[in-house]
């Protein structure tokens, strides 16, 4: 509601009615430098979409290979993994900047997509879900039949494993749709920034002035639409999936 009214209404009127002033409070916020919240979205669209489904393909692979395969150390990389899901990502933003400033990656796109490929939630989420929904005897039976272990992963794994990947996806998205401290502090360029980061700066720039304040709500307003429209666009995969994705005997 607020994001309907103009600067005047948002600070004199205190109802949950809404206000006479999207339009206008959109065609602004359009045409604040030029776009550059438009350019502030699409960011974070390729950071969440492209680190999702990245993301998603190692978690994949690697929850496969440690509910599947037997090999020496396969539970002491299980346990870092787990000491990574309890770990606060505040306390690996700024050893990560160090590593991607060394290498020469701060301050670019990678900087924030390169952190966000390696999830230890997802890869635990997927090495659960390999073990409850791909059966040995599927795997053995396909062996048997010439199938080697990469054609496994591809053809037999994956599909089974898809509704759980669907899952790991939608919470990679967005929680690299939503993360704030890890662009803040790799990227200088606001031309780079995500959404979150774009607003915090907008915010910080109109402190004091009303009309910036209806830009911020208004741009808030816009960047969960995305998040609904793929909640609700996936739920329909996620529900077939859950249904074709089980082992028929």
């Known amino acids: 509601m607020a994001a309907t009214k103009s600067s005047g209404e948002l600070f004199s009127t205190f109802t949950l009615l809404p206000g006479t002033g999207f339009w206008d409070n959109l065609a602004d916020l359009t045409a604040y430098r030029d776009g550059v919240y438009w350019q502030w979205m699409a960011n974070s669209g390729l950071y969440a979409g492209v680190g999702a489904l ?9 929850g496969y290979a440690l509910a599947k395969y037997r090999f020496r150390g396969r539970v002491l990389i299980f346990t870092v993994i787990l000491t990574g899901v309890l770990m606060p990502p505040i306390t690996l933003a700024v050893p990560q900047y160090l590593l991607l400033a060394k290498a020469g990656l701060a301050g670019t796109y990678w900087s924030v997509l390169l952190p966000s490929v390696l999830s230890p939630y997802g890869i635990y989420l997927a090495r659960v879900y390999a073990a409850a929904a791909v059966p040995d005897d599927v795997l053995e039976a396909a062996r048997m039949d010439g199938a080697r272990e990469v054609r496994l992963f591809t053809s037999v794994a994956w ?29 200088g360029d606001d031309r780079l920034f995500p959404v979150t980061v774009g607003l915090f700066s907008l915010l910080q720039q109109g402190a004091g002035i009303p009309a910036m304040y209806t830009l911020v709500i208004t741009g808030a307003l816009l960047s969960i639409v ?17 249904l074709t994705g089980a082992v028929k005997s």
Not at 54 to 62: D, M, P, R, W
Not at 160 to 185: D, E, H, K, S
């Open 159 to 187: 599909p089974m494993m898809r509704p759980g990947l669907v899952t790991i996806f939608l919470f990679q998205f967005v929680a690299i749709w939503n993360n704030f401290l890890l662009p803040y502090i790799m990227l």
């Open 54 to 62: 990245l993301s998603a393909a190692v978690s994949a692979a690697g």
């Open 226 to 242: 995305p998040l609904i429209a793929l909640f609700l666009g996936l739920q329909r995969y996620w529900r077939v999936d859950l």
